[in-house]
């Protein structure tokens, strides 16, 4: 536990003097029988102190005072110790970079099993649900955006938002199915063809008095129905196979725009409720009190690559000019909202930016809101374009369909893995390769050049050579990498779910003239599961099918604490913010503020249902007045 601060040194610009003061609090939490505490102070200076040189005045820590000013924060992870006493150093920050160092000792005491108790009951587990209870409690309303507005809270930044894969619908505008003209094509279940198994529910109802050989020539003809429907919608969604991005001919389809494009996919009664998308997250922020002046959506075609979106629908012009629009009519600047991949497409945005616009992000972003971000992708995004992922459409697609569609997308390099030494293992392991049946680790690029050339060359092409994405400036940096040039990022996360992280694959076909080895996963690697192999399970990670998840004892050496991802982007991805804050913690030049809300068992896709997200998104967009 905390015990006496010993004292602040800034730097010249602001004098040399040296206040000491005491720490006057105690941070604590447990685990197990340690106590630890990520630890953040805010150091403040009475206004007139700051031009004298040699003064002594006290700084006062947590508190601003009538005539003073805040001088900085600083804030680093107190851990439980072998040594009783440890000294620290830790930068202190102000609006203009770093300003100075903290220094103070911290020492690591025992305490008695009689003071537990009452240690425990002062320093309780933050329980955000029982926090979202309390506020629907205290305002008598069951609807957590209307009653939040109860308690007081207003809209304050006007914001826009961008979806992630798969989450803007998209319309034919053209098509040599005349019906399907201006309707949606994702998605609609009809148009995807109705599967055997949904008419065999049917037929309980219907075809009582058939005879089995009536059924089942019916069965027959229906999964083949099932199967031509399939076709011709897979037909209308792919793009052009050659390039991964323009409209095969006689097929044009683009993202329906507006709100409406991403509150839900489908518009039938009975898909519409389990095809949300935004639609939760927009009713909180309407009951709170947002209209059409101040909530805004960006959808955009979710299947091109960044520089196509641009180059076919002037997607990144007219986000800009739209964010514009919205920062002059409110006289506020923008909270740029993004989920999963919409959080790579906001990157890029910024980037964008920079290089076509400087200064605008500066004079109209107040903040970059992150939800789910796969800030350093997904291995599953591998997966995809592998063996398939159906994106919960197992009723209606096959893997074998599924990987069809990713690997004629241009987007879905858009989230393979980045910096993978930051990632618990290898994206893959593949058997068979030769003569060799060992598990042979492969990197994301070898993968993809072996046993997706098509994905690959789309990476080559619309990503490598990108200089908003992975071209390295002159300095070797990667702008996906790089800290996002707003003041305020705010990522909202779910925790401690079992994540995919890496594969276990083997050949089941080799390559051929023309086409690509085909790969299986191998669940014969699930004997490997939580057991240590320095060649097929280093990390002792759980496998199952042939798939190896981190889960909530998995050690994350960012934080130095076990924990996993979302269900779908793992821990190190998520969390990659908190590198950034680092990083603009320690270069004077940079100020970026960085809150990050972890919410315990939020699955990726369902977080945007979930309440405590939903508060969260309201407290950072909204004030209390």
């Given at each position: 536990m905390g015990d006496q601060q010993r004292s602040v040194r800034t730097v010249t610009q602001l004098g040399t003097w040296e206040p000491k003061w005491k720490f006057?609090?105690?941070?604590?939490?447990?685990?197990?029988?340690?106590?630890?505490?990520?630890?953040?102070?805010?150091?403040?200076?009475?206004?007139?102190?700051?031009?004298?040189?040699?003064?002594?005045?006290?700084?006062?820590?947590?508190k601003a005072e009538e005539k003073s000013t805040k001088l900085g924060l600083a804030n680093f992870m107190v851990e439980g110790s072998e040594k009783a006493t440890r000294d620290h150093k830790v930068p202190l920050v102000g609006l203009s970079g770093k300003i100075g160092d903290l220094y103070f000792s911290v020492s690591f005491e025992t305490v008695e099993s009689e003071n537990k108790r009452t240690l425990m009951d002062e320093y309780t587990h933050y329980d955000v649900m029982e926090q979202v209870r309390t506020v629907?409690?205290?305002?008598?309303?069951?609807?957590?955006?209307?009653?939040?507005?109860?308690?007081?809270?207003?809209?304050?930044?006007?914001?826009?938002?961008?979806?992630g894969l798969a989450s803007s619908a998209l319309e034919a505008w053209y098509t040599?199915?005349?019906?399907?003209?201006r309707s949606r094509v994702w998605i609609d279940p009809m148009k995807?063809?109705?599967t055997a198994g949904m008419q065999k529910f049917s037929n309980k109802f219907t075809s009582k008095k058939k005879k089995s050989k009536d059924l089942k020539e019916d069965e027959e003809e229906e999964e083949e129905e099932g199967r031509g429907g399939r076709r011709k919608w897979l037909h209308m969604m792919m793009p052009s196979p050659t390039d991964g991005w323009s409209d095969p001919p006689g097929i044009k389809v683009r993202a329906v725009e507006g709100l409406h494009g991403i509150d839900y996919l489908a518009e039938s009664a009975v898909a519409k409720k389990s095809s949300y998308v935004f639609g939760h997250v927009i009713n909180a922020l309407i009951d709170v009190g947002y209209d059409n002046i101040n909530l805004q959506a960006a959808s955009y075609d979710w299947r091109l690559p960044p520089s196509k979106l641009q180059k076919r629908d002037f997607y990144f012009t007219r986000l800009?000019?739209?964010?514009?629009?919205?920062?002059?009519?409110?006289?506020?600047?923008?909270v740029l909202m993004g989920h999963s991949m919409g959080c790579r497409c906001i990157q890029y945005f910024l980037s964008w930016c920079e290089g076509e616009d400087p200064g605008f992000v500066r004079e109209n972003v107040h903040a970059f809101l992150a939800m789910g971000p796969p800030f350093l992708g997904a291995p599953k995004a591998m997966r995809a374009v592998l063996t398939g992922d159906c994106m919960g459409l197992e009723m209606f697609l096959t893997p074998e369909e599924a990987v069809v569609f990713s690997r004629a997308c241009g987007s879905s390099p858009w989230l393979y893995p980045v910096d993978e030494q930051q990632f618990p293992d290898v994206v893959a392991r593949v058997s068979g390769e030769s003569q060799n049946k060992n598990f042979q680790p492969k990197t994301t690029t070898q993968l993809a050049q072996t046993y997706a050339s098509v994905s690959n060359s789309f990476k080559q092409k619309y990503y490598d050579s990108d200089p908003y994405y992975l071209l390295p400036d002159k300095l070797g940096k990667k702008a996906v990498l790089s800290i996002p040039p707003v003041s305020n990022l705010w990522v909202?996360?779910?925790?401690?779910?079992?994540?995919?992280?890496?594969?276990?694959?083997?050949?089941?076909?080799?390559?051929?003239?023309?086409?690509?080895?085909?790969?299986?996963?191998?669940?014969?690697?699930?004997?490997?599961?939580?057991?240590?192999?320095?060649?097929?399970?280093?990390?002792g990670l759980q496998i199952s099918g042939g798939m190896a998840f981190e889960t909530r004892s998995t050690y994350q050496p960012t934080v130095r604490m076990n924990k996993s991802g979302d269900g779908t982007i793992p821990f190190c991805s998520l969390n990659y913010a908190h590198f950034w804050k680092k990083k603009a913690l320690e270069n004077k030049d940079l100020y970026l503020d960085v809150q990050i809300?972890?919410?315990?068992?939020?699955?990726?896709?369902?977080?945007?249902?979930?309440?405590?997200?939903?508060k969260a998104i309201i407290e950072f967009t909204c004030k209390k007045f």
């Open positions: 006057p609090a105690k941070f604590i939490y447990k685990k197990g029988e340690s106590f630890f505490r990520d630890l953040e102070f805010e150091v403040f200076v009475a206004k007139e102190k700051l031009s004298q040189r040699g003064s002594a005045q006290p700084a006062k820590i947590g629907k409690k205290k305002s008598g309303e069951k609807r957590l955006g209307r009653a939040m507005s109860i308690l007081g809270y207003k809209p304050y930044y006007p914001i826009v938002i961008v979806p040599e199915q005349g019906i399907w003209k995807i063809g109705q800009r000019d739209m964010v514009r629009t919205a920062r002059n009519i409110n006289e506020k600047k923008v909202i996360m779910g925790v401690n779910l079992p994540t995919e992280v890496s594969y276990y694959y083997k050949v089941e076909k080799k390559s051929t003239k023309g086409q690509d080895a085909k790969l299986v996963l191998d669940s014969s690697a699930d004997k490997y599961s939580n057991k240590k192999d320095g060649m097929v399970n280093p990390r809300v972890e919410v315990e068992g939020a699955e990726h896709r369902e977080m945007l249902t979930n309440e405590a997200v939903l």
